[in-house]
Structure formats: C-alpha cells, structure tokens
C-alpha cells in the first residue's frame, strides 16, 4: 500500500502503477502459475500414455471397458469384475460408522451380490461362456463375502459363538475352493447343487441386515444372526456333499494309478 501511496504522489497513472508495481511483483507468481499449468496438461497427456501402454498398468474402469467388444458385450466378466470392484466402497461405507453409511454400505452389498448372480444367468443367456468368466464368477463371491465377515467379526456384530458361524462359512469357501482346483486337473466339473445356491442367497440377505448394525432396528440384527446360522447350518451340509464328490474322484484316482497295477 505504501508503494502505491508514493507512486501516485510521483504522479503516476493506474497503468503506469500495475506496469511498474503489480507485474513486477506478480512475477514469481505468475512463474509458478504456468508451471504447475504445464505440469497438469503434460500429466494429462502422460498418465493416459503410460495406462495404455500396458494391460498390466490400466486402472479398473479402463480394465472393465477392454470387456466390451465391438459386437458383443461380456456380461458375465464384466458384472463379476464390477462385483470384485465393488467391495473397497463396501469397506470403507461401512467404517464410516454413520447411519447413512451403513445403509449404503448394505445397499453396495446387495447390489454386488444382485450383479455377481446376473452374471452367471446372462453368461448362459447369451452363451457367452469365456476362460476369463469361469475365473471371476468363483471367486467375485466368494471375496464379497469373506470382506464382509471380516468386517462384522472385526466390528463385533458378529462376536462370541457367532464367530464361529462365519469360520464355518469361510472354512467352507476355502475347501470348495481346494476341490475345485483339484478336479479340475481331473478334467472332472463340480456343479453347483439347488442347496448350495439356497445357502448363498440365505447367507447373503443375513450379511445385508448385519450390515446395517445398529442404524437399525435391533429386530434386523437378530434376524440377520438366525439367518447367518442357517447359512452356517446349510454350508455344513453342501460342504459334506462336495467333500464326498471330492473324494470319491481321489478314490478312482488312486485305484487307477499304475502302481496298483503289478
């Protein structure tokens, strides 16, 4: 301000002010200005480069996309890989720890799980069965669900005895998982029975009500943990009924071998 005092008792102008004073002392702003300007265009221009150079390098959204051909669009892999996508929103909705965040972490849940059963239905809709879509359709689920015990045994929604419903769940993702990989050098499929499809749809509507906690009712609470034991219960018995596929296909394996044979 005193510059500008004595600049106008010198007797100078507006212009002769903003030309002498303001751009002289705006300099090094202006300098900074235009280099972090010229950062944000060369990284606009860069970033883009670098993603799609590589597969390996290519961020979720431009992954998804690469699912969409040019005549047909992969159904399957891509509701899967948006299931798998959707559970960091889950996760972090949920340690929110607000109402509102709960139910919305409730409301990604179940619109992953809806996504992660449409995409089977559409893959056999439009026979659009593909390697990368019998990878992530095991697995969308099965990651959605572990995340999501996970978190409620952490958070104490699912604390004491009701621990031990979400072991059972999980010790049973993870065998099936084992048989699976298993026949599958066997050339030998195991298909999903009735049952198991009841016991995860029972198991992913009791989830979607422990999620909500304590936004609401204690009523949805306890009938998410009778529904959780009922998965429970369920996954014992599809659990057994896979494990004695399983070694039904290691018992012919072994009388089949060539040591058996002298």
Same mark, same amino acid.
């Given at each position: 301000?005193?510059?500008?005092?004595?600049?106008?008792?010198?007797?100078?102008?507006?212009?002769?002010?903003?030309?002498?004073?303001?751009?002289?002392?705006?300099?090094?702003?202006?300098?900074?200005?235009?280099?972090?300007?010229?950062?944000?265009?060369?990284?606009?221009?860069?970033?883009?480069?670098?993603?799609?150079?590589?597969?390996?390098?290519?961020?979720?959204?431009?992954?998804?996309?690469?699912?969409?051909?040019?005549?047909?669009?992969?159904?399957?892999?891509?509701?899967?890989?948006?299931?798998?996508?959707?559970?960091?929103?889950?996760?972090?909705?949920?340690?929110?720890?607000?109402?509102?965040?709960?139910?919305?972490?409730?409301?990604?849940? +179940?619109?992953?799980?809806?996504?992660?059963?449409?995409?089977?239905?559409?893959?056999?809709?439009?026979?659009?069965?593909?390697?990368?879509?019998?990878?992530?359709?095991?697995?969308?689920?099965?990651?959605?669900?572990?995340?999501?015990?996970?978190?409620?045994?952490?958070?104490?929604?699912?604390?004491?005895?009701?621990?031990?419903?979400?072991?059972?769940?999980?010790?049973?993702?993870?065998?099936?998982?084992?048989?699976?990989?298993?026949?599958?050098?066997?050339?030998?499929?195991?298909?999903?029975?009735?049952?198991?499809?009841?016991?995860?749809?029972?198991?992913? +509507?009791?989830?979607?009500?422990?999620?909500?906690?304590?936004?609401?009712?204690?009523?949805?609470?306890?009938?998410?943990?009778?529904?959780?034991?009922?998965?429970?219960?369920?996954?014992?018995?599809?659990?057994?009924?896979?494990?004695?596929?399983?070694?039904?296909?290691?018992?012919?394996?072994?009388?089949?071998?060539?040591?058996?044979?002298?």
């Amino acid at each position: 301000q005193d510059l500008f005092e004595a600049a106008q008792v010198d007797g100078a102008s507006p212009l002769q002010q903003i030309r002498s004073l303001v751009i002289p002392m705006s300099g090094s702003i202006l300098g900074t200005l235009a280099i972090l300007r010229f950062l944000a265009c060369w990284n606009s221009f860069v970033m883009p480069l670098v993603m799609l150079s590589s597969e390996y390098k290519q961020v979720i959204p431009v992954g998804l996309m690469r699912l969409d051909g040019e005549y047909v669009k992969l159904w399957g892999p891509m509701m899967a890989s948006f299931s798998i996508a959707a559970i960091p929103l889950v996760v972090a909705c949920f340690w929110l720890d607000r109402g509102w965040a709960q139910w919305l972490s409730m409301i990604l849940f +179940v619109a992953a799980a809806v996504t992660d059963w449409f995409d089977g239905y559409f893959a056999r809709r439009y026979h659009q069965i593909s390697r990368l879509g019998r990878f992530l359709d095991p697995i969308a689920d099965k990651l959605l669900v572990a995340a999501a015990l996970l978190m409620l045994v952490d958070n104490g929604q699912l604390g004491g005895i009701n621990v031990l419903a979400a072991m059972i769940i999980l010790a049973r993702e993870i065998l099936v998982s084992g048989l699976r990989e298993f026949l599958a050098e066997l050339r030998v499929g195991l298909p999903v029975s009735a049952l198991a499809k009841w016991k995860t749809a029972v198991q992913m +509507v009791a989830i979607a009500f422990l999620l909500v906690g304590d936004a609401a009712s204690p009523t949805i609470s306890d009938l998410g943990l009778w529904l959780i034991w009922i998965a429970a219960a369920l996954t014992l018995i599809t659990g057994y009924d896979y494990l004695r596929t399983g070694l039904r296909h290691m018992a012919e394996d072994t009388s089949s071998s060539p040591g058996d044979s002298s």
